[in-house]
């Protein structure tokens, strides 16, 4: 069974840095591109970041281009998101998923539980 | 960027009726879209892929389709358990885009 298991979520002040983790089993991590995607407390969703299977060609959304770097560990089947320099509006719940090819496109067929991120003083 | 916008924003059903869901691109999408339901404290799941290919475990109830711009998410009659959000999302060059979502919520 596939499962994802993020970790790190916190309350951070304004400013401040966080790194969140995400433990992937059930799987062959090193296979699959992986991806953050966030959601702001009574809000959609929002793609934050992807990163390949061997850990290259990082891409952003432009909100976090700068300040968010994302990073995998394939020894340790974990995903990582550096979070810096945070802002109120970046509160939110951070899902790590799973990216899967399609005939046409790239989706997210698994998903992690989330975990919190609150950024306030 | 492509803009996804979805309509309605909120459906008030009844169990059993039928629900039809839109997702509309702001420029033609030369994939297609995926289709995710979202229940309260939980994460999204996959519904549907390419516009119209359902995911593993997913009831038949549950069809997509469109092209170009323009795709529709069908319920054919509602369980209790359809009563989520649902959100529309496709992938350009380097960026993904989800819809503002649907609520479907019991009337």
């Known amino acids: 069974e596939v499962q994802l298991l993020e970790s790190g979520g916190n309350l951070v002040q304004p400013g401040g840095s966080l790194r969140l983790s995400c433990a992937a089993s059930g799987f062959t991590f090193r296979n699959y591109a992986m991806s953050w995607v966030r959601q702001a407390p009574g809000r959609g969703l929002e793609w934050v970041s992807t990163?390949?299977?061997?850990?290259?060609?990082?891409y952003y959304a432009d909100s976090v281009k700068g300040r968010f770097t994302i990073s995998r560990d394939n020894s340790k089947d974990t995903l990582y998101l550096q979070m810096n320099s945070l802002r109120a509006e970046d509160t939110a719940v951070y899902f790590c998923a799973r990216n899967s090819p399609t005939a046409t496109s790239i989706l997210f067929d698994c998903w992690g539980q989330g975990t919190l991120v609150t950024v306030s003083s | 960027e492509i803009v996804l916008t979805q309509s309605p924003a909120t459906l008030s059903l009844s169990p059993g009726e039928r629900a039809t869901l839109s997702c509309r691109a702001s420029?033609?999408?030369?994939?297609?879209v995926a289709w995710y339901q979202q229940k309260p404290g939980q994460a999204p799941r996959l519904l549907i892929s390419?516009?119209?290919n359902r995911a593993t475990g997913i009831p038949a109830r549950f069809s997509g389709s469109g092209s170009g711009t323009d795709f529709t998410l069908t319920i054919s009659s509602l369980e209790p358990e359809d009563f989520a959000v649902y959100y529309c999302q496709q992938r350009s060059t380097r960026l993904w885009t989800f819809g503002q979502g649907t609520r479907v919520e019991i009337k």
């Open positions: 990163l390949s299977g061997v850990g290259d060609d990082p």
């Open positions: 420029q033609s999408i030369s994939g297609y």
């Open positions: 390419d516009a119209s």
